[in-house]
């Protein structure tokens, strides 16, 4: 039975609203309406505040769509809450739509009887002409179940600068401060942590920071002077006391330090090779920035990047090359080579939806048959996936390990949400981290308990090797073509993998009953639903408890034995069911898929509903 997950469907929601924990914030507008600054700042004043908080940004795909287009709309949503947050939030009790276009690519995400704000000075024939529209699409919609707010924040925003005597097209550029600012107001948030970020960001010129800082401050005191205030009531943020050293951090910055806490840890250089790619190239943007720790090469082209990289392995460095789908693809020849030259190697895949070009900025977990599978030959390589923001940092570390331990690739899969969402995160003391031991170059041969070689840098005195894609003679490494030697060869690769999985641990659960009803395993970037969804179903008397995979490939000891446990198993991931083939065939369970694939995050809901109707379905 396949549980597809039903967007269409109505579902109820639980819980109290007037005893609600958390607030979502959706802003959306032009790619060049800095919706994406308005959004973090927007974020960092709610963590400044004391919230706890996850954030989703959302680009299109076209680099610059015409003004006014669908096409170009972007968003940025923010779920901040007194408690814990795991999920952007399903549905935004505030929109900010900054044109006719974000509005209708948006308001289905503004819940019923939620507040969105417009800019009026854009609701106009012309507006509306670009979109595409006939007439004001916020009175064609069902605008009884929200609450519009219509301020003309283009003509706002010039009054408020006109005193600093900017051009019009400058003045504009703030609009999105000033729309800020009334979203503070609106949320009862003070504008004292984006002024200072303003007059630091801004500080070579005094009059563009004072000019962005009257915008802002202009929309919130518009708020209080009109007496706006949102629909529903807003949670009560403790003023929690936040470690000295905690900081707000995406996925893919997190990764990066990650890398370069590789190189500290096992006292090597680390060479990151890469082409670019969407959502992958924030990589290179993050370690390019990094003052020290990491050398960094782009390529020409996928295949360059992976065989720098190699070569960067081959001289006794830490290597690490990036892509998503499409470039993994064209790594799998460079892929098949590391595994036959035995040498260590990190390969990040940040997911998004394909086929093909697909959604180049939308996340998908669906390269994981092509991490697990998609080799020539007998190519066996690990496979790991954070998921969380948090976790990308250790398990760049892990990876390393691993890597090193088999002295193989090792593939990484994240996605665009976990790359591009924004959490809190308190960095670990780099000194209590337990170092990345290298395999001892004096002494030759293989490793009875580790089956591999030591790795040795060209040059190494009387420690010559061959290294190459030809098959090589167990024993002395030189070329074989004795199909005897073969077979013991691919055996061998794979089990000194096996050897090695040990390294990331035995799977433990993350939440639940030690037995029960239900089972609910995921990886990557869906933690945050399946823990919220579980914990919800529960409240309810159920007994679901939750499992999340980090190693996905070999499948780590110890599943079997969880898995028989509990009556029921699902699988919840944003594919047609490719982690729940896998556990099939290797358990031998009746695991059952909950699927999504639309190029978005889980709903926490919708996949409660689905839950539930497999937890229905037990006999």
Same mark, same amino acid.
Do not use: W
């Given at each position: 039975m396949n549980v597809v997950i039903d967007h269409e469907r109505a579902l109820e929601r639980s819980g109290d609203r007037s005893a609600r924990t958390s607030t979502v914030v959706r802003f959306a507008g032009d790619s060049g309406d800095g919706i994406q600054l308005a959004g973090v700042q927007f974020a960092r004043s709610a963590a400044d505040g004391g919230a706890w908080l996850m954030t989703l940004p959302e680009y299109p795909a076209e680099i610059r769509a015409p003004a006014g287009t669908t096409f170009g709309v972007s968003a940025y949503q923010i779920q901040f809450g007194s408690g814990e947050v795991l999920t952007p939030g399903d549905e935004a009790d505030m929109l900010v739509a900054f044109n006719p276009a974000a509005f209708i690519t948006n308001i289905d995400f503004l819940r019923d009887g939620g507040t969105v704000v417009i800019d009026e000075g854009t609701f106009n024939a012309r507006g509306f002409a670009k979109a595409k529209l006939g007439a004001d699409p916020v009175d064609e919609s069902a605008a009884a179940r929200y609450r519009t707010i219509r301020v003309d924040i283009s003509r706002r925003t010039l009054e408020a600068l006109e005193a600093f005597g900017v051009g019009r097209r400058d003045a504009m550029r703030a609009r999105n401060f000033w729309a800020l600012g009334l979203a503070l107001w609106l949320n009862e948030q003070p504008t004292s942590a984006c002024e200072r970020w303003i007059a630091e960001r801004f500080a070579a010129?005094?009059?563009?920071?004072?000019?962005?800082?009257?915008?802002?401050?202009?929309?919130?005191?518009?708020?209080?002077?009109?007496?706006?205030?949102?629909?529903?009531?807003? @949670?009560?943020?403790?003023?929690?006391?936040?470690?000295?050293?905690?900081?707000?951090?995406?996925?893919?910055?997190?990764?990066?330090?990650?890398?370069?806490?590789?190189?500290?840890?096992?006292?090597?250089?680390?060479?990151?090779?890469?082409? @670019?790619?969407? @959502?992958?190239?924030?990589?290179?943007?993050?370690?390019?920035?990094?003052?020290?720790?990491?050398?960094?090469?782009?390529?020409?082209?996928?295949?360059?990047?992976?065989?720098?990289?190699?070569?960067?392995?081959?001289?006794?460095?830490?290597?690490?090359?990036?892509?998503?789908?499409p470039g993994l693809s064209l790594k799998t020849e460079g892929l098949g080579l590391a595994v036959a030259a035995e040498l260590p190697l990190i390969v990040v895949d940040v997911q998004r939806a394909g086929p093909s070009t697909g959604m180049p900025t939308k996340p998908e977990q669906s390269d994981l048959d092509m991490a697990v599978h998609g080799r020539h030959g007998e190519s066996p390589v690990a496979v790991l996936a954070p998921a969380t923001s948090e976790d990308c940092f250790h398990v760049m570390i892990d990876a390393a390990r691993l890597a090193i331990r088999a002295m193989t690739p090792v593939i990484v899969l994240s996605d665009a949400f976990l790359a591009n969402a924004v959490s809190e995160w308190v960095p670990p003391d780099i000194a209590a981290l337990e170092p990345v031991l290298t395999h001892d170059a004096a002494t030759p041969g293989r490793d009875p308990d580790t089956l591999v070689r030591c790795w040795v840098a060209p040059g190494t005195p009387e420690r010559e090797t061959r290294v190459g894609g030809l098959e090589k003679d167990r024993a002395s490494g030189n070329i074989s073509y004795d199909p005897d030697n073969h077979e013991a060869m691919v055996a061998l690769r794979a089990e000194k993998l096996a050897r090695a999985a040990g390294v990331v641990g035995r799977p433990t659960l993350h939440d639940g009953p030690e037995d029960g009803d239900l089972l609910v395993v995921g990886w990557g970037s869906t933690f945050g639903a399946i823990r919220q969804a579980s914990r919800n179903l529960r409240g309810r008397g159920h007994r679901i408890a939750h499992l999340h995979i980090r190693q996905l490939w070999p499948l780590p000891d110890g599943l079997g034995d969880i898995f028989e446990r509990y009556r029921r198993i699902a699988c919840a991931e944003l594919n047609t069911g490719q982690l729940t083939r896998i556990l099939r065939a290797e358990t031998l369970r009746d695991v059952r898929p909950v699927s999504q694939i639309n190029g978005r995050p889980f709903r926490i809901d919708t996949l409660e509903a689905a839950l539930g109707g497999i937890i229905g379905d037990a006999s």
């Open positions: 010129d005094r009059t563009i920071a004072d000019a962005n800082a009257a915008a802002l401050r202009s929309g919130h005191a518009y708020g209080e002077t009109m007496e706006l205030a949102l629909s529903q009531p807003l @949670p009560v943020l403790a003023k929690t006391k936040r470690a000295s050293r905690a900081r707000m951090i995406s996925g893919t910055d997190a990764m990066a330090l990650g890398i370069v806490a590789v190189g500290a840890l096992s006292a090597r250089p680390v060479t990151y090779c890469s082409y @670019p790619i969407t @959502p992958a190239s924030a990589l290179l943007h993050a370690l390019a920035r990094m003052p020290e720790g990491v050398r960094t090469f782009q390529a020409e082209d996928e295949i360059a990047a992976i065989s720098a990289a190699i070569g960067a392995s081959y001289a006794g460095t830490i290597a690490v090359t990036a892509s998503s789908g």
